[in-house]
């Protein structure tokens, strides 16, 4: 582990490790800190052959978010890379997130409607319906583990019943959706990223053909439609967008509530505040996004030439990590960001992104969070950590997912 303070000299480049070890993983604000008096900008050491960069300010990493000579496209990227990406036939690589216009156009129109904000809002009164259920199972016991009994199977529930795939394959759902989003750096992660990518694709071809056969309402049947008769995306695409689609709908929102609810929890002035001003909760979600979002850093994007960020040189081809837990904690953007505050005004974090591909799914992360956090307050009023803070630890696979391994709360 590196330790930087102000005034260290910084090493010619960040070791890989620097961002999945568990010290880092306690506290990476810190870490981002003092790289960023350091610089805006730091070179990464990653295998021979890839050049990479890690973006730790807000300026320069929302510019960077919608800069067009940053490509979405894995096979822009350098080809070491890209024999990484392509061990065992990769369904996450053909879908909107790794993709440029005009394909990433085309794949999010094809998707956007089912996620618009007056579409949204009429699935407000299902999302209550599965939260309370979940509270209802939780209430009679007086403690849970609140990733587990709550913030899992809310999202996950209702993108299994927006998608039309059954909620009882959760379980495996989850463990696909890890595996997919760890980076294969060794042998092990790879051998089981292999079969992770073999099983989900076998699970939707079979889906999309028992919708081929027998057409539903649901978003599956409404891809396999725009497939078939409207030519609009191949197979590879519609497989890999479904793979997306179920990913995407349920980990983010799953550390969303649980960063929200450690955040809120280890500060009683502001859980008061909450309770006793109940309309402050759209606020106080954007907060907790800020303050601990649940995508700490952004996926890749590969530079299509050789270009500069902060007076730094990037070479064509190289990989360019912007981190969005550090842009949203810079104190150039953001007054006495390490401060929870969920009065927070004009509060521009990009936790969901920024730009062409701002996370389409973030009005149904919104709401989803807006109902959980409301319901669990008004109806466990006296929730609490269910443990000592010390004895929570994060996530630390190397996967760009900012969230806690468990969330013991008692009421």
Same mark, same amino acid.
């Given at each position: 582990?590196?330790? %930087?303070?102000?005034?260290?000299?910084?090493?010619? !480049?960040?070791?890989?490790?620097?961002?999945?070890?568990?010290?880092?993983?306690?506290?990476?604000?810190?870490?981002?800190?003092?790289?960023? !008096?350091?610089?805006?900008?730091?070179?990464?050491?990653?295998?021979?052959?890839?050049?990479?960069?890690?973006?730790?300010?807000?300026e320069h990493g929302r510019r960077a978010?919608?800069?067009?000579?940053?490509? !979405?496209?894995?096979?822009?990227?350098?080809?070491a890379f890209r024999a990484i990406l392509g061990q065992g036939n990769p369904v996450l690589a053909h879908n909107m997130l790794n993709s440029d216009p005009p394909d990433h156009t085309r794949l999010r129109r094809l998707v956007a409607k089912a996620f618009t904000p007056?579409?949204?809002?009429?699935l407000r009164p299902r999302v209550q319906e599965i939260t309370d259920r979940l509270i209802d199972a939780m209430a009679v016991k007086g403690h849970a583990e609140l990733l587990d009994d709550f913030a899992f199977p809310l999202p996950i529930t209702v993108i299994c019943e927006l998608l039309g795939v059954p909620v009882e394959d959760r379980d495996d759902f989850r463990r696909w959706s890890t595996a997919l989003i760890t980076p294969p750096f060794d042998d092990?992660?790879? %051998?089981?990223?292999?079969?992770?990518?073999?099983?989900?694709?076998a699970y939707f071809l079979r889906t999309i053909a028992g919708r081929r056969a027998e057409p539903r309402d649901d978003m599956i049947s409404a891809l396999v439609l725009a497939r078939d008769e409207e030519e609009l995306l191949s197979e590879e695409e519609l497989v890999s967008t479904l793979t997306l689609l179920l990913i995407a709908g349920h980990e983010t929102t799953v550390n969303l509530i649980g960063n929200g609810m450690l955040a809120l929890l280890s500060d009683p002035g502001q859980l008061r505040l909450l309770r006793e001003q109940p309309e402050l909760l759209p606020s106080a979600i954007e907060e907790f996004l800020r303050y601990e979002g649940p995508v700490e850093r952004a996926t890749f994007r590969f530079s299509t030439a050789d270009m500069e960020i902060a007076g730094v040189h990037i070479p064509k081809r190289s990989l360019v990590h912007v981190s969005l837990g550090a842009a949203d904690r810079d104190p150039g953007a953001f007054d006495d960001p390490d401060t929870l505050d969920i009065t927070r005004a004009d509060n521009r974090h990009v936790a969901f992104g920024h730009?062409?591909?701002?996370?389409?799914?973030?009005? %149904?992360?919104?709401?989803?969070?807006?109902?959980?956090?409301?319901?669990?307050?008004?109806?466990?009023?006296?929730?609490?950590?269910?443990?000592?803070?010390?004895? %929570?630890?994060?996530?630390?696979?190397?996967?760009l997912i900012r969230g806690l391994r468990a969330l013991p709360v008692r009421f």
């Open positions: 582990m590196i330790h %930087l303070t102000e005034g260290d000299r910084m090493p010619e !480049k960040l070791p890989v490790e620097f961002v999945w070890n568990p010290e880092f993983g306690r506290d990476p604000y810190a870490a981002y800190a003092a790289l960023r !008096k350091k610089g805006p900008v730091h070179p990464i050491e990653f295998p021979p052959g890839v050049e990479a960069f890690l973006v730790v300010d807000y978010l919608n800069d067009p000579r940053l490509s !979405k496209n894995p096979f822009e990227g350098p080809e007056r579409r949204t809002e009429s092990e992660q790879i %051998l089981l990223r292999v079969e992770a990518n073999a099983a989900i694709r730009g062409i591909h701002f996370c389409l799914g973030a009005p %149904l992360a919104r709401l989803e969070a807006q109902v959980a956090f409301g319901t669990l307050l008004r109806r466990l009023p006296d929730i609490a950590l269910g443990c000592p803070p010390d004895e %929570l630890s994060w996530r630390q696979d190397g996967s």
